[in-house]
């Protein structure tokens, strides 16, 4: 996969928006891909790769965008996925409801792309979360050991559980998206996204994760970025408005 594998579907019918947004998020390294309603949505999410983030208008031509977020987040697959919701109204009810119905985050129309930019990478800035909420799943009552070192041009989190450990040929399969290893329901937690999330982000930012063996036991995740990103950020946008 390549650096720009965080993948992002931006949902609203208006096409001069989705296309402007589209550019800006593409410039700063992200892969967007845009549906205009919510049909559109929906068959895209049944196509996988499956998106790590979803942006969706509240209002569109064949739904509510409240209703689907509601839906999406009493299914499994979808239960993890970080959506941001958009909305011409910018009352604080309205922001409220989109919150309690799932939305992680709400951005009020008119809008700086920079902004949306920024919320986005905050929604997508989970790797030391995952890690840390799977190594605690998988070895509960005891404390994960983390270390984070400098190591040339990267730096290098490890995270290590004293859980029961990932066999060898497991390794690479636990970082697919809604993989649960044998014996681990998700009654016990999660839906099998953490660790795909952890890869995606790591790999839009030029680094990588990796399960290996933890010393005494268990298992450890290493994950390497670089110490500073070679990618230009993108100029500075008007603000965008439906």
Request: hydrophobic share 40%; with cysteine.
């Amino acid at each position: 996969m390549d650096r720009m594998g965080t993948r992002i579907l931006l949902v609203d019918d208006d096409l001069r928006l989705t296309g402007m947004l589209a550019e800006y998020l593409g410039a700063a390294g992200l892969a967007v891909e845009t549906a205009a309603s919510l049909t559109a949505a929906r068959q895209r999410l049944h196509t996988p790769p499956l998106p790590q983030a979803l942006v969706l208008d509240l209002m569109l031509p064949d739904g509510d965008g409240l209703d689907w977020c509601r839906e999406l987040r009493a299914h499994g697959s979808t239960r993890a996925l970080p959506i941001l919701m958009l909305s011409a109204r910018g009352e604080p009810a309205d922001r409220v409801v989109g919150l309690e119905l799932g939305a992680d985050d709400y951005l009020s129309k008119p809008f700086e792309a920079r902004e949306l930019l920024a919320r986005l990478r905050a929604l997508l800035r989970r790797a030391l979360r995952n890690l840390l909420d799977n190594a605690q799943r998988y070895a509960p009552g005891a404390a994960p050991r983390v270390t984070l070192r400098a190591d040339g041009d990267h730096v290098e989190l490890r995270v290590a559980n004293a859980g029961p450990g990932v066999p060898a040929d497991e390794r690479e399969r636990i970082f697919e998206p809604f993989y649960r290893r044998p014996g681990h329901a998700e009654a016990d937690g999660g839906v099998g996204l953490g660790l795909s999330l952890v890869r995606q982000i790591a790999q839009a930012h030029g680094g990588h994760v990796h399960c290996e063996d933890a010393p005494g036991g268990g298992a450890c995740f290493v994950l390497r970025l670089p110490r500073s990103s070679a990618r230009a950020q993108p100029s500075s946008r008007a603000s965008a408005s439906r």
